[in-house]
Structure formats: structure tokens, C-alpha cells
């Protein structure tokens, strides 16, 4: 990836599967629909379109890089391998109780999310393994010999195992495993030390049954690609976006398809967190918003946030806690139901409420002429001016300002007394609150204060309301990038190859044991580089060793970053002082006299990728002339105001366009409010800065 | 300026504001209740005292509780002793939230110079002296350290004399101190968000606010009243109580917009710890007619106060001082059962059946065997929900917290905290009671000591002689039970000793049905046989499922 070989990233979304190929005349795009019976197809439209715009021909494509929902949507739509889930004794139905808790408190009729696996597919089997790893109850043959038959017998797909501490010893996981590949050799089997050894039992039998559930047809869909890709010339080698922000083979991803989850927002954090770096920005928050949800994600040092666990298939408006927990390296997101489609409505109490329901792209919002009758955002964004009802989809649909001030005064004002421009607003302004909240509340969670950062923007509505949301976060700096229709694809382009390899081991850190953790570190190095070594051959790599901490007693760890290196008994105080620092960090403080413990290593191994150019920042330059002019709604003034007008290539590198403006592309505008400018990029950027602040920055 | 507009976006940012102040409270927190379960509260109050929001948390039992204490503060301290930096607080269970594990912590807010609210916070600490968590104490004094009314700051002084007496009457002196800064940091955290909130909407106090959040939220809770029918409702319900039977009974009356609760013939104080202050009853009798009135409402003074909640003073449900109420908790979660069951003879087909409702927390302490073997004792605390109600169009939630909302930990994190290991924790085949609507069913827990252990717990545990009743032709869900593995029964409340070698074996409740059994579909019926819900028995005896008809 250092030189100009061409590559291709792939990214399959719910609607649209989108192609970025780069070639050493730049990138060339494609957005082509989803074909759900044959994703395949698709992919290969979308990469020919691209190659024929390049001018490039299919075999000198040197990679391909793909990222798919696919595997979400399998969970969230229940369609899955016929799945056996055997597990110790007594622990029949950790997956079915759950944390025992209701995700919403007022609703009697609640209905918590069915397990993947049924009561009457889950086996158990007599055998234990202490906390610490030590075998309190042997496995006995027999015992394993009758369940071995048990799922024979019962013409299963797939089988998941996940035993009690397995994270801590394996050998029992491990032994049913030999028993069913030695009874059955075609059999899918996942267990949960191989497929996230973390302790919590909930999480990680979960993770390991989701594994299972998807593996045959991931599997299956891979090898039909592959066949399918070079069959039509294109005989490069394929690789996946894992949930990480990372690259693994398609081996790898066919046997562990749950670390594929969130490959398309992760590769949209990807491409936001490039961005960062050409800007030399080192705290940044992506935003991407879409027809129906809205992503927030931090990125710092040009890397984005990760976490070890994550929540998949809310089933409750996008509730925590109503969907599935997966343990596995994740690009940290917050998810807010909110997009262009979300429908608003009013409540009991007469209050606007927005989302999460979607009126999506059938029938869509009420402005489409397709027969929506719901006030959506869109239709809100269409009455205050923010869009051109001439010039929505570079002219494709046609939008009609009627059919949304009839939708809003039918399901808003005649229940508000409001006229339809205060409707809009209030439906605009509630949905940017949502957002600010959430965002907010993310950057509070991370110890963060969300001035300090500057927003990368991007998805078909963030242009729309990002500058809105800086307003409200007290963000000084927001940027735009080109290409933002089809970031994630970009995004895989720009991703290292990575795996982050875990353990939990639970030690005390007064009682730190270097021999045991060093033992296992080398394990979770090799583990990690074969990984690596599969795609990026002997490039060099960097490795990064995470500990989670916490106080003994606390029920949450905080990950620790720290040197990694062969520890001594001595390394027990100065990992202690990396957890303080670690704590006061997001804390504020750390506390005297409590224990300290680690439960949980993570390294991981990644290649190391080429600087990345600079982008050529303007922070200011000469205004331009701007003849067009429209009017739109600016919330914070509470007016109707009368902005410029200007299309998006006038804002040439040093360009300038005091708001209020809008700036118009093809496929969407961008809104720059009173109180920001907006100023052209080198690398077709839009720079939005608040005017104080811009001020301030061209004076220092 | 559209001032009804902005008063709906004022009042969204601070429900968000305050759920950031209680995020806060439970990323910081060192008491395991609050850190797993949920159990705290956090909320803003206008300068008169009234409850603006209040987080959405684990605990339904500190909602009302918390919306009260706050003018106790203010009458305590007097206004003219409020200053700014100031960090007041109490475990006081009569003007708290019900026992002396919970410390409330109040912050007042100033703006310019000028008192303009204050924000407020509850959260369970690890100890607090005394005999520690559990029933047995005969006087609140046995019960543990009692903080009246007090400043822990003054105008940013923190009180040394204070924190010295605090950290001298607890076991855990550290977490317990870190715990109170984190409730006076989580204010600090709600109180610049208001700030910016106010800038931004250059607003120089809360009155218009708070007056439109009471306004809109009182009109849309009468409304909600309004339209039950006008009448007097009645529901009794017995439960187990510590040593004797307890006999709850409630009186509803409706009169157009007016709801009234009354817990008259309600059974007298019991000798143990197992009484609740009003206050705590006030807040579970709110939240289930609430749940069933009107969900939509958020939290503040405006949608509580239309619910007018009385008892006879000095009855276990209305504790005078120096009762004991340590373990509040389990007679304050089967409220809401007795009078979702008055509100059914109004409302019908809307409430659940009765279900487990209290939560079988367990409180264990395990000390070694042999006292000179030089192994530490440890304490665990364990939280475990029984089977919900069946509801009126769907089955009872298994395994799963109502009233509360606290969730259950890792079987594996607990063997990391203590010397135990729990062989089982799994559905309890057959204890949802049967009904067209089938009860949720509870749980069977096996906890054994480790080698070199034995320990020691402290029951909270309740229907076990009194199952939750079925609704409409369904039956009881199974009792719950408390035995040794030999098969020795335990009681339900009190400490108990469970030696090395020997598990203690935990049958959890399960909810009672909804509708006739056999009014049940045969297939659901045949489901739950096939998933082990129900047993071959039930099937046949219950549900009228003939031999032939168990398998397709």
C-alpha cells in the first residue's frame, strides 16, 4: 500500500453497496443498489463501473477490500445456521436471563430479545472450572460421548460451545471440540476461549453463539465471492474490515464472521480519522448521519476509540441494553436514531418527539411524493430553506414543500397550535438535541470535554446539521470532506492490517505475577502476527498492549495503555502508576488505599501505514463573490435569514464564504450558520469556523 | 423568540443533564449496587424545592423519595444559611430514601451570585456500619450511623470533624468516603451543564421553566386520570414478613382527576428490620400506577404530586422512628402489587398478575473455617430477580427485576470477589404459574464455600409461604424455598450459616398466570414442554394436555 498499486474498497450497506478504487490517477467511485440474493453481483457492478471511470482494467486490481452489514443484518433478521449451544451444567440459560434488568422501566408490556438459541437447542454437560482456571469438576467422557450424539441426532448446522471460566483454561472447551470434530468433520463449530476469551459469561457465550449462528452462509458467501471476483478477472486477493478498524484475510473472517459486525462504521470512522491526520488534528468527533440513524465516534491521535464490547440488533429505540452483547474489538460508536427519515411526532404532553422511527426510503418523507404522510426531519430541513426542493439527489427527486407543511400541520401543529415554521423548527432543533445529547454524554463517559475537539462530518444529513450541533456542543471547528457519499469504502482504503488478540487473566496487582502475564503476552503476539502476517506480508507493524484496571470492588474497567515489554515483578508499581494516571484521566482523581487488579490483556499487532499526505489547510483567504442568494431558517438567531448561495467547487483552496451560506453539492448542501465561515480546502475539504474563532487563529 | 418551543428543548437538555449526572455517579462509584444495579438516583429541583427531572435509574423506590427530600434539606438548613459551594447531606430514612445504606446529597446552585436550584443525588454505599445489610437489628440505632441534616461542605470546605466520624462508624471506610465525593462531584458535573444550558438560552433562573415543566406534566397526568372510571377500589395481600404473616391491604379511589391510594388495615410495625418509611412506600404505590396510569410522563413534582399515597401512621408500611429498616426494600417492592391489583377492578385487561416483585438479594459474608488459617474474609453481594406477572396479551418476563429495575452480575466476576462458587443459576423448571398467559418463571440458585470457607448470609427473601396470585382464572406461580443441599429448609429472613461442604440451594419465585390454562394455545403449550418451561405434569394437570397431544 505504499506504492501505486491499485486498490478497491468494497462496502455492502442496507441500500446501497459502494466502490472506491484507487489508482495513481485518484480515486473513482461507484454507488450501485444492494443485491440481497446475490451480494456478489453487485460488488462486481460496482467495481467495474469504478475500473471503467479510472480507466483501469479488472486485473491489475492488486486488492480488494470488504466490508459488509450483511453479517448484522443476519443477526437482526434472525437468519442464521441451525444452532446446538452446549454449556456447563447449571448455566442453561445464562443467554435467555440476561442481566435480569428491563431496559425501559414504565412499559409493562415489555418484550425482552429472544436468544439466538432456543431453550430446547441449548445442552448442558457436568463439568467446572474455578475462577482461576483450576478444574473443580473433571469432564467425563461419557457425559461428553451422549451430548456429541445429542447434536448429531438433532441434524444441527452449527454448534456453539461456551463453559464457565473457559477464558481462564480451555481444556474443557477444547475436549468437546476434538469430540465433535472427531464425530463430525464437516460441523461448524465456535468456541468461546478461541472466540472471545473475556470473562462475564453473558457476553461471551453470546458472542460465541452469534459466531456460530452466522458462520456457515459468511463462510459460504465468502468462497462465492472470491470464485465469483476472479472468474471475471479480478484475481486479487480479498480482505475484510473488521469491527476493529482493522484488515484480516478472508480466512480469518470466515471462521470468526462475528469480528465483521461493524465493518462499515468502522471504516467510516477510518476515513474521518485520515482526515484528522492530513489536518493534524488530534482530537476529532466523527459524525455521520444517514436516512434513518446518526454516528458519533472520538478520535484521537488519529486513531479512533475502541472498546472490547459492544451491543448489536437493539431491539427498543435503539434502548442500551435491548439488543445482544458481542465481546470483540470494536471502533467505539454511539448510535442515535436520527436521520433525515425519522418521523416526529407529539406526545402526550403535547412535546415534539423525533424518531427513532424511520420512514426510510419507502415511502420516505412526506417532501418524496411517494405517498409518506409523517413529518419527517427532511421534511422539517425542506420548510426552513435547508434544502432545495429543485435540487435534492442532484435533481433526481423532485421534493414538494406542500406535502410537508401538510404533513406538519396534520401531525404537529394542530396538536401544538404552532404555525408550520415553528413545527419545523421545533422538529430540527429536537433532533440536533438528541445528537448533542448523546454526543455529549459520550464525550463525558470518556473523562473528554467536547470543546477541545473539532467534528469531521459525513453521510447524506450531516452537512445539513453539523454546524447546528457545533452551535450547540461549543465546537469552534468543523470539516466537510469530499467523497463523503461513500466514506466507508474510502475508509477500508486507508485501514491497517490489524487483529487484536485478549485474554482475561484476573490478577491482583499487589500479588502481579510477570511470568504468568509475560507467558501469555507472547501467546497473544503470536497469535495477533500470524494474523497480520497473512495480509500484509512482512511489513513492519507496530503492537499496542492495553490492561484493563479498575479499583477492587468496581465493577467497570478502564483500559490502560502500556509499554510493551518482557515485565518483572518490580513493572507491578509502574503499571499501578499507568492505571492512576489512566483513572485521574477520566475521573478527575484516584482514590488512596484500594486494591488494584487487572482482568483483562489485549494487544494489538498492526501494520504500519504511509504518512499521510498533508491536506493543505487554509484558516483563511480572500472572500469570493457570491451573486445567488436563498433564505433559511438559522436556529440559533431564531430567524429566517438571507445566505449566499454558492456551489461547492467555487470553494477552491483559500476560498471564502462568510456565513450565513450554503454550500451546494450534487448529492446534498452544507448549512454554514451565521455565526461560522466556511473556507476551501487543498483536498476539497470544507473548513467551517466560528467566526470568533476564526479571528482568533489568524491572529495567533 | 418562540418561548414554548424553547421551554420543550430546555426540557429535553435537562432530562439529559440529569442522566449525565447520574452516568457520572455510576462510572465513579464504588458501591456495587450502584455500579451494577442501577441503584441511585439523580435530580435538579428549582430554589422552591420542586423536582424539575430526575434520571431514569435502576430504582422506581428513590423517584419519589428523592422529589421530597429536598425541602426537608431546606427547612433543616434554612435559606439563609445556603451559600454558594455548599454539599448538604443525610442518610436519615425518613427524609431520604428509606434506610441508612443510602446517602442522599444535596448541591445548591447559584447563578450570578444568586440561588436558583439544587441538584440532588442518592446512591447505596458498600456499609454503614451497624449490624450491617440485612433484617435482623430491632431499632433503626442498630442499623448503623445516622447523618442527620447536615453540611459535608461549606462554601467549598469540606467538614473534617465529619468525614472523621463517617470513616470511624463504617467497615469500608475508603469507598464509602469516595462514594460521597462522587455524589457531590455528580452534581458538580449536572450543575455545568445547566450552566451552559442557561447561557445558551440566556435564561437567569428556572421559575418560567420549572413553572411550564409542572404545568405540562400535572395537565397530562390529570388527563390521564380523568379518564379511569370514577369509583373505590379495593385489593388485600398477604406476604411472608420476617416472623409473622404481613397483611398489606389498599383502598383506591378515583373522583375524576383526582387518585387517591390509602393503605388502611395495612398490618402494624414488625420487630425486625423489614419496615418502610412512608416515604418509601409513597414512591413504589407512585410507581405502579404510574407504569399503568401514565408511563409517558417523565419524573418531576408536577406528574408525582397528583398521586395522593396514605397510610395509617405507625403501620409497617408507614414506620415511625426508631423502627428498624434496613431491608425496606422487600416489602417495599411487593407495593406495587398490591395496588396494581385495585387498579385492575378499575382498569381492566392492562395490569400484570402478581409476581416474585421483591428481589432476592444476598448478602454473604464468608469467613475462613478455621480462624487461624490466615485466610481473608470477604463479602458478597449478589442480586436475583424471580418471574414477572403474566400481563393480559403476553407471557411473564423469566428471571427478570419488577418494580426495580437492577440487573444481576456475572456469575464469573462474583468467584473473582469471594471464596464461593455458584454451581447453579438457571430457570426454575415449572414455577411460572399456569394461565392462558403463562407466569415467568424464577430462578434455582447453588452456592457452595470454597475450601477453607464457610459463610455466612443474611435473608431478604419473601414468597415463600405467599405465592404471587394469577389474574383472571390463572394460578399462583411456584413459591419460593431456602434449603441446604441436604435438604435442611432455612428461613427466609434473618442470618444463616452455610458450613464447608454443604451448597445452599435458592428456589426463586415465579409469577403467577393470566386468563384460564386452558384457554392456553396447544402449541404454546407443547413450546414450553419442549423447551422445559412447564413439566410433563403441568402439561397434563394444568393445561389438560393429553398423552397423545405432548409430541407433534
Known amino acids: 500500500m505504499t506504492d501505486d498499486k491499485i486498490r478497491v474498497g468494497v462496502d455492502i450497506g442496507g441500500t446501497f453497496t459502494d466502490v472506491a478504487l484507487d489508482h495513481p490517477g485518484g480515486m473513482a467511485t461507484a454507488k450501485v443498489l444492494t443485491n440481497y440474493a446475490e451480494p456478489e453481483q453487485a460488488i462486481l457492478d460496482g467495481i467495474v463501473k469504478a475500473a471503467d471511470r479510472a480507466g483501469v482494467a479488472l486485473g491489475d486490481i492488486h486488492q480488494v477490500i470488504h466490508g459488509t452489514t450483511l453479517v448484522t443484518n443476519a443477526l437482526i433478521e434472525r437468519r442464521g445456521a441451525k444452532l446446538a449451544f452446549i454449556t456447563t451444567e447449571g448455566f442453561r440459560d445464562v443467554v435467555e436471563m440476561r442481566s435480569e434488568n428491563r431496559f425501559e422501566q414504565y412499559d409493562l408490556n415489555l418484550e425482552l430479545p429472544k436468544p439466538l438459541v432456543p431453550r430446547k437447542d441449548r445442552f448442558t454437560v457436568n463439568e467446572r472450572m474455578s475462577a482461576e482456571g483450576d478444574v473443580l469438576l473433571a469432564l467425563d467422557p461419557a457425559d461428553v460421548a451422549a451430548v456429541v450424539a445429542r447434536v448429531l441426532a438433532g441434524g444441527y448446522d452449527a454448534v456453539a460451545v461456551g463453559f464457565l471460566h473457559a477464558y481462564a483454561n480451555p481444556a474443557h472447551e477444547q475436549a468437546v471440540e476434538a469430540a465433535l470434530r472427531a464425530a463430525a468433520p464437516e460441523l461448524s463449530i465456535s468456541i468461546s476461549s478461541v472466540i472471545s476469551p473475556q470473562m462475564r459469561e453473558f457476553e461471551r457465550f453470546n458472542t460465541v453463539i452469534a459466531n456460530a449462528y452466522v458462520q456457515p452462509q459468511v463462510a459460504t458467501y465468502l468462497d462465492r465471492l472470491v470464485a465469483r471476483l476472479g472468474a471475471e478477472g479480478v484475481g486479487a486477493p480479498v480482505f475484510m474490515m473488521h469491527s476493529g478498524g482493522g484488515l484480516i484475510s478472508v480466512e480469518t473472517a470466515s471462521r470468526e464472521p462475528v469480528r465483521l459486525l461493524e465493518s462499515g462504521p468502522a471504516g467510516g470512522a477510518i476515513f474521518a480519522a485520515d482526515f484528522a491526520k492530513a489536518h493534524g488534528l488530534d482530537k476529532v468527533l466523527s459524525f455521520d448521519m444517514g436516512g434513518t440513524t446518526a454516528k458519533i465516534c472520538l478520535i484521537e491521535d488519529g486513531t479512533p476509540k475502541t472498546a472490547n464490547t459492544f451491543e448489536v440488533a437493539r431491539t427498543y429505540r435503539f434502548k442500551k441494553g435491548s439488543g445482544m452483547p458481542v465481546s470483540t474489538p470494536v471502533v467505539e460508536m454511539v448510535e442515535i436514531g436520527a436521520g433525515g427519515g425519522s418521523i416526529a411526532h407529539v406526545d402526550s404532553m403535547g412535546q415534539i418527539r423525533v424518531g427513532p422511527q424511520s420512514a426510510a426510503s419507502e415511502p420516505g418523507p412526506a417532501c418524496y411524493q411517494r405517498g409518506g404522510e409523517e413529518p419527517t426531519v427532511s421534511d422539517s430541513n425542506l420548510i426552513l430553506g435547508r434544502l432545495d426542493p429543485d435540487n435534492f439527489a442532484g435533481g433526481a427527486i423532485p421534493l414538494s414543500p406542500a406535502l410537508s407543511e401538510q404533513a406538519l400541520v396534520t401531525r404537529i401543529c394542530d396538536a401544538t397550535g404552532l404555525d408550520p415554521r415553528d413545527a419545523a423548527f421545533g422538529v430540527t432543533e429536537m433532533v440536533d438535541e438528541n445528537m448533542a445529547n448523546a454526543a455529549r454524554v459520550h464525550t463525558v463517559e470518556n473523562g473528554r470535554d467536547i470543546e477541545a475537539f473539532t467534528m469531521i462530518a459525513f453521510g447524506g444529513g450531516a452537512p445539513l446539521h453539523a454546524c447546528r450541533l457545533c452551535e450547540k456542543l461549543g465546537i469552534e471547528t468543523l470539516i466537510i470532506p469530499p467523497g463523503a457519499g461513500v466514506g466507508s469504502a474510502i475508509g477500508f482504503l486507508k485501514a491497517p492490517f490489524s487483529y487484536e488478540a485478549s485474554k482475561g487473566i484476573f490478577q491482583r496487582l499487589d500479588q502481579f505475577d510477570p511470568d504468568t502475564v509475560n507467558a501469555a503476552l507472547t501467546a497473544l503476539e503470536d497469535e495477533a502476527r500470524a494474523f497480520v502476517r497473512a495480509g500484509a506480508g512482512d511489513a513492519e507493524t507496530t503492537t499496542r498492549l492495553t490492561a484493563y484496571m479498575r479499583y477492587s470492588g468496581q465493577g467497570y474497567e478502564i483500559p490502560v495503555v502500556l509499554p510493551y515489554r518482557t515485565f518483572t515483578a518490580e513493572d507491578g508499581d509502574t503499571i499501578g502508576a499507568a492505571f492512576e494516571a489512566a483513572y485521574r484521566r477520566l475521573f478527575g482523581r484516584v482514590i488512596d488505599g484500594l486494591a488494584v487488579e487487572i482482568t483483562n490483556w489485549s494487544l494489538v499487532v498492526a501494520s504500519v501505514l504511509p504518512d499521510v499526505a498533508s491536506a493543505g489547510r487554509h484558516l483563511t483567504g480572500l472572500p469570493i463573490d457570491t451573486a445567488r442568494e436563498r433564505r433559511f431558517y438559522d436556529a440559533a438567531l431564531r430567524e429566517m435569514v438571507t445566505a449566499a448561495e454558492v456551489d461547492r467547487e467555487a470553494l477552491t483552496p483559500g476560498a471564502v464564504v462568510h456565513g450565513p451560506a450554503v454550500v451546494v453539492e450534487r448529492n446534498t448542501s452544507t448549512i454554514v450558520t451565521s455565526a461560522y465561515t466556511v473556507t476551501g480546502q487543498g483536498d476539497g475539504s470544507l473548513l467551517l469556523q466560528r467566526k470568533a474563532a476564526a479571528m482568533r487563529e489568524v491572529a495567533a | ?552
Not at chain 2, 422445559?532 to 389438560?544: C, H, K, L, N
Request: overall charge negative; some cysteine; glycine content about 12%.
Open chain 2, 1 to 552: 423568540m418562540t418561548r414554548a418551543i424553547d421551554y420543550q428543548i430546555m426540557w429535553n437538555r435537562l432530562i439529559a443533564v440529569v442522566e449525565e449526572q447520574a452516568t457520572t455517579l455510576i462510572r465513579t462509584a464504588f458501591s456495587t449496587s450502584v455500579r451494577e444495579a442501577g441503584d441511585l438516583s439523580a435530580g435538579l429541583f428549582d430554589v422552591r424545592g420542586r423536582m424539575m427531572a430526575q434520571a431514569v435509574t435502576g430504582t422506581p423506590g428513590h423517584v419519589n423519595a428523592m422529589a421530597e427530600s429536598v425541602t426537608h434539606f431546606v427547612r433543616e438548613i434554612g435559606r439563609q444559611n445556603i451559600f454558594e459551594g455548599d454539599v448538604f447531606i443525610t442518610n436519615d430514612p425518613w427524609l431520604g430514601t428509606g434506610h441508612l445504606h443510602d446517602i442522599t446529597v444535596v448541591s445548591p446552585t447559584f447563578r450570578d451570585g444568586r440561588h436558583i436550584g439544587f441538584f440532588a443525588c442518592t446512591a447505596h454505599v458498600v456499609d454503614i456500619g451497624g449490624r450491617g445489610f440485612g433484617p435482623d437489628g430491632n431499632e433503626v440505632f442498630e442499623e448503623g450511623l445516622q447523618i442527620p441534616i447536615m453540611k459535608f461542605a461549606e462554601r467549598g470546605e469540606v467538614d473534617r470533624t465529619l468525614v472523621a466520624m463517617i470513616r470511624a462508624n463504617t467497615r469500608e471506610p475508603d469507598p464509602v468516603i469516595g462514594d460521597i465525593y462522587s455524589l457531590a462531584a455528580c452534581n458538580e458535573a449536572g450543575d455545568r451543564r445547566l450552566q451552559d444550558m442557561m447561557g445558551e438560552f440566556r435564561i437567569d433562573d428556572l421559575e418560567g421553566l420549572s413553572d411550564f415543566i409542572m404545568e405540562t406534566s400535572r395537565d397530562a397526568t390529570l388527563k390521564c386520570i380523568a379518564a379511569l372510571p370514577d369509583g373505590d377500589y379495593s385489593n388485600d395481600m398477604q406476604v411472608d414478613g420476617y416472623d409473622v404473616p404481613v397483611h398489606m391491604a389498599v383502598r383506591l379511589s378515583v373522583q375524576g382527576t383526582a387518585l387517591k391510594a390509602d393503605f388502611a388495615g395495612t398490618s402494624g410495625p414488625s420487630r425486625f428490620g423489614v419496615n418502610v418509611p412512608m416515604v418509601y412506600t409513597r414512591a413504589y404505590a407512585c410507581y405502579g400506577l404510574k407504569c399503568a396510569v401514565a408511563p409517558e410522563v417523565p419524573n418531576n413534582t408536577g406528574s408525582l404530586e397528583p398521586f395522593e399515597i396514605t397510610a395509617p401512621d405507625g403501620c409497617i408500611l408507614a414506620a415511625r422512628r426508631p423502627a428498624p429498616v434496613s431491608t425496606r426494600h422487600v416489602l417495599g417492592h411487593l407495593v406495587p402489587d398490591v395496588v396494581l391489583g385495585a387498579l385492575h377492578k378499575c382498569l381492566p385487561k392492562t395490569v400484570p398478575a402478581e409476581g416474585a416483585s421483591a428481589l432476592w438479594n444476598i448478602q454473604i459474608s464468608a469467613r475462613p473455617t478455621d480462624p487461624d488459617s490466615g485466610l481473608a474474609n470477604r463479602e458478597v453481594l449478589m442480586f436475583n430477580s424471580g418471574g414477572t406477572g403474566a400481563r393480559p396479551k403476553t407471557d411473564g418476563l423469566s428471571a427478570t427485576a419488577f418494580p426495580s429495575g437492577v440487573s444481576t452480575m456475572s456469575v464469573e466476576a462474583t468467584e473473582h470477589v469471594g471464596p464461593i462458587v455458584v454451581w447453579r443459576k438457571d430457570l426454575r423448571e415449572g414455577s411460572g404459574g399456569a394461565g392462558e398467559f403463562r407466569g415467568g418463571l424464577g430462578q434455582t440458585i447453588e452456592i457452595e464455600p470454597r475450601r477453607g470457607y464457610d459463610f455466612y448470609f443474611n435473608a431478604m427473601f419473601d414468597r415463600i409461604r405467599n405465592p404471587a396470585r394469577g389474574r383472571n382464572g390463572g394460578a399462583s406461580g411456584r413459591a419460593g424455598s431456602v434449603a441446604l443441599s441436604d435438604g435442611t429448609q432455612l428461613a427466609g429472613k434473618g442470618r444463616q450459616k452455610v458450613p464447608n461442604g454443604s451448597r445452599l440451594v435458592l428456589g426463586l419465585p415465579g409469577g403467577g398466570g393470566y386468563g384460564a390454562p386452558q384457554d392456553r394455545p396447544r402449541a404454546h403449550v407443547r413450546a414450553d414442554l419442549d423447551a422445559g418451561y412447564i413439566t410433563e405434569d403441568q402439561a397434563s394437570t394444568d393445561y389438560g394436555l393429553s398423552g397423545d397431544e405432548t409430541h407433534d
